[in-house]
């Protein structure tokens, strides 16, 4: 595997489910990232991390709870989620946080919120 | 705070004919503008970037940009347009002092190139 990694693709949940997302990267970078991409809106950067440790949180709803345990991995904890949560949920790393490092995408996992 | 406007919600293009997708940005100081692309499923890639230097800036699949300080203006170029180029385009600006962690997006323009 290369790159940045998604799993799943597509998620279908219940507005009481509890469910994870996954991300995973490949290239040795320090600081990971989630956002959340809705049609016709800009990105939505949810949390940042750096070395495992959360350096932003983007006045992100409590429904949604991060988790880094290592500088490789990233999950999306969701839990009780609301219809207007469907949306395409995008990780991404790059080298730091700072500065004029360029992010790497992964494919993006696409959440339905029945 | 920093800001970046897309104007045009979709371009439309013929195959051969030169590109543009416009940017403008809003920052305190001074920028870190990128560019990105999205095909349809996947994630966005990235296609180049303005750090400091020469205004033209020169990037993936033969797209570059240029950099104008006096318009706040970063468009993306691309001399000979093919319909594989045809995708979502994503500019972005990090104020490199007052930025933080975060870049922020544009809303995005749709580029259809058409034989």
């Known amino acids: 595997e290369t790159g940045v990694t998604q799993t799943p693709r597509h998620l279908v949940m219940g507005m009481t489910n509890k469910k994870s997302l996954k991300c995973e990267q490949h290239?040795?970078?320090?600081?990971m990232y989630w956002y959340k991409q809705s049609a016709k809106k800009p990105l939505e950067l949810m949390f940042v991390?750096?070395?495992?440790?959360?350096?932003e949180n983007n006045s992100v709803p409590s429904r949604f709870s991060p988790e880094c345990p290592n500088s490789s991995h990233l999950f999306l904890h969701l839990h009780t989620l609301q219809p207007e949560d469907s949306a395409l949920y995008l990780c991404?790393?790059?080298?730091?946080?700072?500065?004029?490092?360029?992010?790497?995408f992964g494919p993006g996992t696409r959440l339905t919120v029945t | 705070a920093q800001s970046v406007a897309q104007p045009e919600d979709q371009v439309n293009v013929a195959e051969g004919n030169p590109l543009t997708v416009k940017c403008t940005y809003s920052v305190s100081g001074n920028p870190y503008l990128f560019w990105y692309v999205q095909y349809p499923n996947r994630g966005l890639q990235f296609l180049l970037k303005y750090i400091t230097g020469d205004n033209l800036v020169k990037g993936s699949y033969g797209f570059e940009a240029e950099f104008n300080k006096s318009q706040t203006s970063f468009h993306l170029k691309k001399p000979s347009a093919l319909v594989s180029d045809s995708a979502l385009y994503f500019c972005a600006v990090r104020d490199i002092m007052g930025g933080g962690n975060k870049l922020t997006f544009g809303t995005g323009t749709q580029l259809k190139v058409e034989l």
């Open positions: 290239l040795g970078h320090n600081a």
């Open positions: 991390y750096s070395l495992e440790e959360r350096v």
């Open positions: 991404a790393s790059s080298q730091d946080h700072r500065g004029s490092y360029e992010q790497y």
